[in-house]
């Protein structure tokens, strides 16, 4: 089962809507809502939670420094949360080939509903790779930033190098020529 097509694109970005138009104090209650509605499609809530964590702790962050209070930078990022939640559950309960077939149904261009359809899962291989990096360097005893950053880069630039090779050899590059459909 899964929030496929176009029905599930619209649902996730009207969810999306909801949670950015409800009242800011509303918010805790909509995100309870979306959370039960992503364990009914089966999505792993804990890893759609920890992803957005980091926004919505910077969020939660910059309403207290700016002096809204620490309520209100709570509430901010449960909104947070609730906004990305949606979009997260359509593309955990769908595959790539149906996101792409979706976005191109809306008028979207080939070229970029593909390079969506290679770069979200990638999200998750570049987190594996940060964590395998940080691992390694802190048994190094390294603490520079910098120990992480640049063997990172190293692997999305090799990645990405491979891609284009890969890429190229179907054709995709060729002129007239499409690598898929």
Same mark, same amino acid.
């Given at each position: =089962? &899964?929030?496929?097509? /176009?029905?599930?694109?619209?649902?996730?970005?009207?969810? $999306?809507?909801?949670?950015?138009? $409800?009242?800011?104090?509303?918010?805790?209650?909509?995100?309870?809502?979306?959370?039960?509605?992503?364990?009914?499609? %089966?999505? %792993? $809530?804990?890893?759609?939670?920890?992803? !957005?964590?980091?926004?919505?702790?910077?969020?939660?962050?910059?309403?207290?420094?700016? &002096? =809204?209070? $620490?309520?209100?930078?709570?509430?901010?990022?449960?909104?947070? +949360?609730?906004?990305?939640?949606?979009?997260?559950?359509?593309?955990?309960?769908?595959?790539? @080939?149906?996101? =792409?077939? !979706? *976005?191109?149904?809306?008028?979207?261009?080939?070229?970029?509903?593909?390079?969506?359809?290679?770069?979200?899962?990638? +999200?998750? +291989?570049?987190?594996?790779? !940060? /964590? @395998? +990096? @940080?691992?390694?360097?802190?048994?190094?005893?390294? #603490?520079?930033?910098?120990?992480?950053? =640049?063997?990172?880069? %190293?692997?999305?630039?090799? #990645?990405?190098? *491979?891609?284009?090779?890969? *890429?190229?050899?179907?054709?995709?590059?060729?002129?007239?020529?499409?690598?898929?459909?």
């Amino acid at each position: =089962m &899964g929030l496929k097509g /176009r029905k599930g694109l619209i649902v996730a970005l009207l969810l $999306v809507a909801l949670a950015a138009l $409800v009242p800011l104090e509303y918010a805790p209650a909509l995100l309870f809502v979306f959370l039960v509605w992503a364990f009914f499609y %089966n999505v %792993n $809530v804990v890893a759609a939670l920890l992803g !957005t964590a980091f926004f919505a702790v910077t969020i939660g962050i910059s309403a207290v420094v700016l &002096g =809204m209070g $620490v309520e209100h930078g709570l509430l901010a990022s449960f909104r947070t +949360v609730s906004i990305i939640l949606p979009v997260y559950v359509y593309f955990a309960s769908s595959s790539m @080939q149906d996101v =792409m077939d !979706t *976005m191109r149904s809306f008028g979207v261009p080939k070229d970029f509903s593909f390079l969506l359809s290679v770069s979200i899962p990638y +999200v998750h +291989v570049l987190g594996r790779k !940060t /964590r @395998q +990096v @940080q691992i390694a360097q802190k048994s190094r005893g390294s #603490r520079s930033p910098w120990a992480v950053i =640049m063997p990172l880069l %190293n692997f999305i630039f090799e #990645r990405a190098r *491979m891609l284009a090779i890969s *890429m190229e050899s179907r054709g995709w590059f060729a002129d007239g020529a499409e690598g898929y459909d």
